[in-house]
């Protein structure tokens, strides 16, 4: 007789450690330590993407932005142990009024996108919508095109909002004339990624954590239960996880609790995690291992 407990249904119950690329955390507004706990749950790898949060930058400023996330931050994380690699956008949002040198800055850009450690174009989304909003979208989807290069697009967490955004998205897309399978949609769910299924757009990203009663929450996260309902309806590779860690409140092992919580209480196997946790981001963000 066995002596592995079982679960109910006869799933075989036990956890396996396994590496993790969380794709989408914005440590850099965090503490370092944070980076510890991950290490702890085993995360290895790490992207780090630009944000909205400094309006009007100019081609000094965001320079120096970028050298921060590509230098800094890397180093940062690797004190820790964890390989960071990071995304750079001119975040739309973050250039509400004119004048701005929208040409310094996207050509800024494309020469921090040399970097070794920048290995996709991120975030970008619409704030406002405006005629300015929309071509630096554009432009910079344009030059995600020109470099090969995966695309974060940022997506709000209020449904309506989102539906209401969602149309301007897709046209926009369609305009610059990008692969959509270089466009990975971030903070997504069942509801948000519905629409989207069938249009042949690049794994989404999806926050997760176990329940919690945040007193900064900014973003609500999925947790292992909807994950698993979410994978009911939508094929595994659609779909890579991620803490989604910024400045509101999150858990640096929410991922790797989620992780664990896939295996001993859904009974997913080891492979199955792993491809959300770690194999769908690493192909989609680190090409030259996709490649070699
Ligand atoms: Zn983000």
Known sequence: MSSEPQLEHGRRVGFEPIPIFDHHVHSDGRNADDYEWMALGGTT???VPCTSGEPHPSRRAFRARCRRLLHDEVHRAAVYGIDAYVALSVHPGDLADEPVDLDGLLDELAVQLNHDRARAL??????SGSSLEREVFVRQLVLAKELDLPVLVETSPDPKCYS???PTYLELIKKSGVNP???SFMDMDADKWRPLATLGFGPAGVAVSPASDPLFGVRRKLTD???VRMLDEFSIEHFMLNTGFHFGSADPMGLVRVAHRLQVRHGMSVDEVHRLVDETARCTFLTDERNS
């Not at 991120?122 to 704030?127: A, P």
Request: glycine share 6%; charged share 30%; hydrophobic share 50%.
């Open 225 to 227: 239960t909807e994950v």
């Open 45 to 47: 790898t790490v992207m």
């Open 181 to 183: 399978e270089l466009i």
């Open 122 to 127: 991120g975030e970008i989304s619409l704030r």
């Open 164 to 166: 209401e955004a969602l």
